[in-house]
């Protein structure tokens, strides 16, 4: 059969399962947007505020459902838009396809009207991207897109297709969406029973969680081994979830803000098991006395990831969920008593500390985890909100917090915040923000008024950059350099303004107040927060130090 260009996009789009796109139209895409117009009942357009919000929303729907996201923008400014929501996609391993349209192929090259290179731009963080000049190309590149997308280890594809080139016709072939099967090729016997003599051995086992056990799925396996070694367990902040953070064994993050148990734990091993881990420089501080008393046997999907940043003494590379339940068959069950006694001395001495009174960070994220008893989708900006939602909230479920961790941007959590409640209609989806964060993408409100999403925004309202503060107040002489926000901006006049429902929250009876009401609420609530500028996350590991040294306000006033 015989079909324009923007029609074979949107039959492969249709193949491939695609249920929601979220984008922004322009001239050079305006093709693809009256063909959509015509499937507008089998493919859900999401129109954001911003590209960069589309973006971040494909994301937060990948994220939260494990399926590849979709977005669109036209050429020039709309596909550079993109390009933060596409780096943040490759950073944390989502899949995502970004379609954008350029100028005509001949125009390409000319510095043509909102002409821009975007597959040269975007060379760098993605997992492959296409300009596609021929349309008897355009088909299998769209099915090669959402395979490469998907298989092993996650990333975004972006497919660039000049205007002509939707217009023109071709012979359409449909075919189904190839199914991909768990990348198993790189286990070996070998490593296998390397891996399960060192578990034997070791007398002071500790596990080490990250984002891939989440993207694989792998929990129940992972919940198996764990009780299987008897080990304590902690994660990174990609990892929450993937473990159940209710469990007795489970000892918080590990890292720069992780909890002195899961730091000095890790530091006093003898064996560290890194499942699905990039160890990256957050959570190792010095990487030359990280778990320097450890073997370390690490489990990843993507062989670059082995002995990248941190030497280990043994690895299996492929799937986590396949890995551990090939080692689960081997293994049989273990005791280390003394080991996780120990451990639990630790938890019960370093607690993570909420202030009695007043409104403040770990207040708000345990007030917020008690009132949805623990079933929501919590997503985050970046910042202190994102530190203290990864530390006071338990996560049981893997895919119940979405937050930008390899490029830690400010301005992802509205998009998606939107991304995760559209793909999640019957979740409550909660965006934890600093004001500073909210200001960047906070025009996503509109999108999410649009759409009637019942999502609530959290604003941590200090007046400040809270976290660059932190670090001025610690390791810069207390020198405040464009980082304070009191200009008297009203979040709850501005989230009218949108056709939100606006609440301010001075204390804490007045946010239980407005909470109740949020959740009680079908369209979108932004609850503006009024937290004290000097609070800090505790606890803190200073660059360059080893995580063994991490420290809160109260060792700094014992030293003086």
């Not at 939260?64 to 933060?84: D, I, Q, R």
């Not at 080139?165 to 070998?190: F, H, M, N, W």
């Not at 070791?202 to 129940?220: L, Q």
């Not at 280390?336 to 993570?352: F, M, N, V």
């Amino acid at each position: 059969m015989q079909l324009t260009g923007a029609e074979i996009i949107i039959e492969c789009l249709k193949e491939q399962g695609v249920d929601t796109i979220f984008g922004y139209p322009g001239g050079a895409i305006l093709n693809v947007y009256d063909e959509l117009y015509k499937h507008r009942d089998e493919i859900k357009h999401i129109l954001t505020s911003h590209e960069q919000g589309a973006s971040h929303a494909a994301d937060g729907y990948a994220r939260s459902t494990g399926k590849v996201g979709v977005c669109m923008a036209t050429s020039g400014p709309g596909a550079t838009n993109l390009v933060t929501g596409i780096a943040t996609a490759y950073m944390d391993s989502v899949p995502m396809v970004a379609i954008t349209c350029n100028v005509g192929v001949p125009l390409l090259g000319k510095d043509s009207f909102q002409e821009i290179d975007i597959a040269g731009i975007t060379t760098p963080i993605t997992k492959h991207n296409f300009i596609v000049k021929d349309i008897t190309k355009l088909a299998d590149t769209i099915r090669r897109a959402f395979k490469i997308a998907a298989k092993g280890r996650p990333g975004p594809v972006l497919v660039d297709i000049p205007k002509d080139v939707t217009a023109l016709k071709c012979s359409y072939t449909p075919a189904k969406a190839e199914r991909l099967g768990r990348y198993t090729d790189q286990i070996t016997e070998e490593d296998l029973e390397k891996a399960v003599r060192m578990i034997k051995k070791s007398k002071k086992p500790y596990v080490f969680v990250g984002g891939g056990a989440v993207i694989s799925e792998a929990s129940e396996e992972l919940k198996e081994f764990v009780d299987k070694i008897q080990a304590p367990v902690c994660d990174t902040l990609m990892g929450k979830g993937a473990f159940d953070g209710t469990d007795e064994k489970y000892t918080g993050m590990l890292g720069m803000h992780g909890t002195k148990t899961s730091n000095y734990g890790v530091s006093e091993c003898d064996l560290l098991i890194a499942i699905g881990v990039r160890f990256s420089d957050r959570v190792t501080g010095n990487a030359s006395k990280f778990a320097h008393h450890a073997k370390i046997l690490q489990i990843d999907v993507d062989p670059a990831e082995i002995n990248k940043n941190i030497m280990v003494n043994a690895s299996i590379i492929g799937d986590v969920k396949e890995v551990l339940s090939r080692l689960n068959s081997r293994i049989e069950p273990m005791e280390h008593g003394k080991w996780l006694e120990h451990i639990k001395e630790y938890t019960d001495k370093y607690p993570l500390k909420c202030e009695e009174e007043g409104l403040s960070g770990p207040y708000l994220m345990k007030t917020i985890y008690e009132k949805t008893k623990g079933d929501a989708i919590i997503v985050t900006e970046v910042g202190q909100h994102q530190m203290w939602a990864a530390q006071f909230y338990k996560y049981s479920k893997p895919r119940t917090l979405i937050t930008s961790g390899g490029l830690g941007t400010m301005g992802y959590g509205l998009g998606a915040a939107i991304g995760a409640q559209v793909a999640n209609p019957d979740k409550q989806v909660i965006n934890i923000a600093g004001d500073g964060c909210f200001r960047m993408n906070m025009n996503e409100i509109a999108t999410a008024v649009r759409q009637k999403l019942p999502m609530i925004e959290i604003v941590m309202n200090n007046h400040v950059l809270g976290m660059v503060r932190q670090w001025q107040n610690l390791f810069y002489e207390e020198r405040y350099s464009a980082t304070i926000l009191d200009d008297g901006l009203d979040y709850v006049k501005l989230a009218e303004a949108m056709g939100a429902t606006g609440y301010r929250a001075t204390n804490r009876e007045e946010f239980e107040q407005a909470f109740a009401a949020a959740l009680e609420s079908k369209t979108p609530v932004v609850i503006d927060c009024i937290i004290d500028r000097n609070d800090k996350v505790w606890p803190m590991v200073a660059p360059g130090a080893a995580i063994s040294e991490a420290f809160t306000d109260e060792d700094i006033a014992n030293k003086k």
